[in-house]
């Protein structure tokens, strides 16, 4: 009954909004449909925001290069928020307002997102959040606004269980960053560590941005840790791990997906070799991966396909969920229509995730996650059974 | 036992890190009077001119140190020429927002000119493992502490016996009354800025080549800058020494009593200290506090 509810009040908001975006569908020619990205393209986090563009530009020019949508080409604009909620909040103005997109298929981080929220919802223009998808983006869902990938939860979760199974009775070590991104990762663990009582030995944080890890790194020598979620992002899990081999110890250790970046396994140096992770969407070293990979290097520059990671394929996976609504809509293309098909989507199968499915109340794709290993030989992630 | 020694060799690498960068800072407001709030961006700027000399022409070690430390010299002497004389007699206040602007352009152009992602200084020295024991330390960390003793010998022979420290050190105590004396204030700050810039550069590659190469490198600035508190914004030895007083701590503090003491334990330094001296360890009583 609440859900037949719930659907009937997403049905009206989606029907009352049709009327405000019936007036003009800003962004739409007989020729051209505009979409726009708000992105990091500055600072340390443009690490994710270029990759996920270039995700969002295969999928666009994969499109056009099939004649466009219904005889209309797609074209991107892009907004450099640099991970910054309130210029978030001014370029998703700016898209809606000035630039007057038709949508936005790949939104910033989970926390600019959940800021500029208010405006996403009252416009009614079609959003996808793909960076990183949490409750907030989704629950209550909005008629407009999509998430796609899996919640960092769930994500550490399948990750703590399969560490735990494989590697009974061992001792854990645990070490996360001091923020929301901490937070949601402690939490993760947490529930497993009671369901599975893992008896941990040393639990830590660090202040986000550190860059020397040597006296945490001391103390998971010291407790004698045998395995070790590392919950670092990037530079944090490198220096983590190199400082393991300096101290020669060699817990089996995990790491999460923001920081499941190909190209960093080169940085650790051997060390990395046998790092566990979890994602949800493909590792490049899987046949998947490297089907994208090879469609996407005619698709993009030389620049963009060398910056690829994890990202590009998020970007992809939610560019293509909005374009295909797109091209159900056809030439009659409204806001209404299009936010309606994004919610009728099921099984689309992008090739780099499992198929993607949304629901009448339900904005969120909650994609099946896989656990991956890395291979130092190949500098790549490879899928565990 | 191990485990100290394990936390003390590392806050002394990290330490000698900060202490170059916290030279640095002094041999400047030493010259000038002024805090220049882009060293930590200045350090990084040249790690990636190494790093870009290593990738596109050569992974010599001597000719990539050569190349790096030259640009950083000559970026010293721009940055004097262009930003900082025009500031000249200009407030205080000005002259420090100048710094942060530059600052702030210096660390965006590291998007602009390269990206994102963290990269590896790999110069084929520095990052083997030397064990004594149980206790291991790279060689590069082990060369970063010798580079800043030799520094911090080099500068007290500068200071007391060369012609140009001596005036630098009359430029520092009066600037007016050493030019009066002949003293050539323009030349020692445009030779305190490019030294400033060349002893940053050493510790921006010592850093890259120990740890890793990324936008937030910077950050060496702002744990670098207790450091010079702490050793005396107007004394380069203390500061120097000050840098590893501060690594060591944090390391021990980090190692001994937790998470979270790591990130506070140089400044609860910093408070004790600066309530028995107020102007650092090594500094001079008439300083002008920033």
Redesign the interface.
């Known amino acids: 009954m609440r859900n037949t509810l719930a659907a009937a009040a997403l049905a009206c908001a989606a029907g009352t909004m049709s009327f405000g975006a019936l007036a003009a569908e800003q962004g739409v020619t007989d020729t051209e449909i505009l979409l726009g990205s708000v992105i990091p ?7 994710l925001g ?1 990759a996920h563009t270039t995700g969002v530009k295969v999928a666009i020019a994969e499109a056009n290069n099939a004649g466009g949508v219904k005889g209309r080409k797609l074209r991107l604009v892009m907004d450099d928020d640099g991970y910054v909620s309130a210029r978030t909040l001014q370029s998703t103005r700016k898209l809606i307002d000035v630039d007057k997109v038709f949508a936005i298929p790949g939104h910033s981080g989970s926390g600019q997102v959940v800021a500029a929220m208010p405006v996403l919802e009252k416009s009614g223009i079609p959003t996808i959040a793909s960076v990183g998808p949490v409750k907030a983006i989704y629950d209550p869902p909005r008629p407009n606004v999509f998430a796609v990938g899996s919640s960092y939860e769930d994500g550490i979760r399948a990750l703590v269980r399969y560490l735990g199974d494989r590697n009974p009775g061992k001792t854990w070590g645990i070490i996360t960053q ?1 923020d929301d991104y901490g937070v949601a990762v402690r939490d993760g663990f947490d529930t497993v560590q009671k369901e599975k009582k893992l008896n941990v030995v040393l639990s ?4 986000r ?4 890890f ?3 790194m ?2 998971l ?2 407790s004698g840790a045998e395995v070790f979620l590392a919950g670092g992002i ?2 944090e899990n ?2 983590m791990v ?1 400082e393991m ?4 110890i060699k817990p089996v250790t995990g790491i999460f997906w923001p920081g499941r970046v190909e ?2 396994l ?2 650790m140096g051997p060390a990395s070799d046998g790092l566990y992770a979890v994602d949800y969407v493909e590792p490049f070293g899987s046949p998947a991966g490297q089907a994208f990979m090879e469609k996407a290097k005619p698709l993009v520059s030389e620049a963009e396909f060398k ?1 690829i990671n994890r990202y590009t394929m998020a970007g992809y996976a939610g560019a293509r969920v909005l374009i295909e609504a797109i091209k159900r809509c056809g030439r009659e293309l409204t806001w209404a229509c299009t936010n309606a098909e994004m919610a009728r989507t099921k099984d689309l199968e992008t090739g780099v995730m499992a198929p993607i499915g949304f629901g009448p109340n339900s904005r969120f794709t909650d994609s099946r996650l896989q656990i991956m290993q890395a291979d130092f030989a190949t500098l790549s992630y490879k899928p565990v059974q | 036992m191990r485990f100290f020694l394990e936390l003390a060799l590392s806050g002394l690498a990290v330490g000698a890190v900060y202490g170059l960068v916290a030279m640095g800072f002094a041999v400047i407001y030493k010259a000038t009077g002024l805090v220049n709030f882009a060293q930590g961006e200045l350090t990084m700027i040249i790690a990636y001119i190494a790093w870009t000399i290593q990738t596109n022409l050569t992974g010599n070690v001597a000719v990539v140190t050569v190349g790096a430390l030259g640009a950083a010299l000559l970026l010293g002497l721009a940055i004097e020429r262009v930003v900082m004389r025009p500031m000249l007699g200009e407030p205080v206040f000005a002259t420090v927002m100048v710094t942060i602007a530059l600052a702030v352009i210096l660390r965006s152009s590291i998007n602009f000119i390269w990206d994102a992602y963290p990269h590896g200084l790999d110069l084929g020295v520095g990052r083997s493992v030397v064990r004594a024991g149980a206790v291991g330390i790279r060689t590069g960390q082990i060369a970063v502490v010798a580079t800043l003793l030799a520094m911090l010998a080099g500068f007290t022979l500068f200071f007391r016996y060369s012609r140009f420290g001596i005036a630098m050190r009359a430029v520092a105590a009066d600037d007016r009354t050493a030019l009066l004396m002949g003293v050539s204030t323009g030349r020692v700050h445009a030779a305190a800025w490019a030294a400033s810039a060349v002893i940053s550069g050493i510790a921006g590659i010592f850093f890259a080549v120990s740890y890793d190469l990324s936008p937030t490198m910077f950050q060496l600035g702002l744990k670098s800058f207790p450091a010079t508190i702490l050793g005396g914004l107007d004394a380069v030895i203390g500061s120097g020494l000050g840098g590893v007083i501060i690594g060591v701590a944090e390391n021990l503090a980090g190692g001994y009593l937790g998470s979270g003491t790591k990130e506070v334990a140089g400044f609860v330094l910093i408070i004790v200290i600066l309530m028995v001296r107020p102007f650092g360890l090594f500094g001079q009583r008439d300083i002008e506090r920033v």
């Open positions: 393209l500055t600072g340390p986090p443009a690490l270029v001091d830590a944080t660090y202040k941005g550190q860059q020397d040597s006296s945490e001391a103390r020598k010291e990037i530079s490198i220096a190199k081999e300096k101290l020669s190209a960093i080169k940085l910056g």
